[in-house]
């Protein structure tokens, strides 16, 4: 179990293409080697795709998909952390080849379809898959 936890309400009141971005006072490290990202959400019954906007050491940004927000009770959402990313994954100055170290940038929630959503809350104890787990200080 971990410690870190938020909640979020929102509204995307008008059916325009909305999300928000959430970014930290700094980067969130991920332990070298890490491949997969994971987080425990509290869903809104929604379709709202949950993002992770990743940095790498060039101060490219990519962005993995989670999924979407989803049922309302607990479930695991997961994301492959790859070497290669595709085109239109990429978000800042990225020539879609991820350079460790690598660090979480920001969580994103996207509308889907648009103007669509209302709140959820997620939990991110233990969410890097790696030798070393983050811990907020």
Same mark, same amino acid.
Request: hydrophobic share 35%.
């Given at each position: 179990?971990?410690?870190?936890?938020?909640?979020?309400? @929102?509204?995307?009141?008008?059916?325009?293409?909305?999300?928000?971005?959430?970014?930290?006072?700094?980067?969130?490290?991920?332990?070298? =080697?890490?491949?997969?990202?994971?987080? &425990?959400?509290?869903?809104?019954?929604?379709?709202?795709?949950?993002? /992770? &906007?990743?940095?790498?050491?060039?101060?490219?940004?990519?962005?993995?998909?989670?999924?979407?927000? *989803?049922?309302? @009770? &607990?479930? %695991? /959402?997961?994301?492959?952390?790859?070497?290669?990313?595709?085109?239109?994954?990429?978000?800042?100055?990225?020539?879609?080849? /991820?350079?460790?170290?690598?660090?979480? %940038?920001?969580?994103?929630? !996207?509308?889907?379809?648009?103007?669509? =959503?209302? *709140?959820?809350?997620?939990?991110? *104890?233990?969410? &890097?898959?790696?030798?070393?787990?983050?811990? !907020?200080?």
């Amino acid at each position: 179990a971990g410690r870190q936890s938020m909640a979020l309400q @929102y509204d995307f009141p008008v059916e325009k293409n909305r999300y928000v971005v959430f970014r930290h006072r700094r980067p969130l490290p991920l332990p070298a =080697g890490t491949t997969q990202v994971r987080l &425990w959400v509290y869903g809104d019954t929604t379709a709202n795709r949950l993002k /992770l &906007w990743i940095k790498d050491r060039t101060g490219a940004v990519v962005q993995l998909v989670l999924g979407p927000v *989803g049922p309302a @009770y &607990w479930h %695991e /959402l997961r994301v492959n952390v790859p070497k290669f990313v595709a085109p239109d994954a990429r978000i800042w100055q990225s020539d879609g080849i /991820l350079r460790p170290p690598l660090s979480v %940038e920001a969580i994103v929630l !996207d509308d889907n379809p648009d103007g669509n =959503g209302s *709140g959820f809350d997620f939990h991110c *104890g233990r969410c &890097w898959r790696g030798h070393v787990r983050y811990r !907020d200080q």
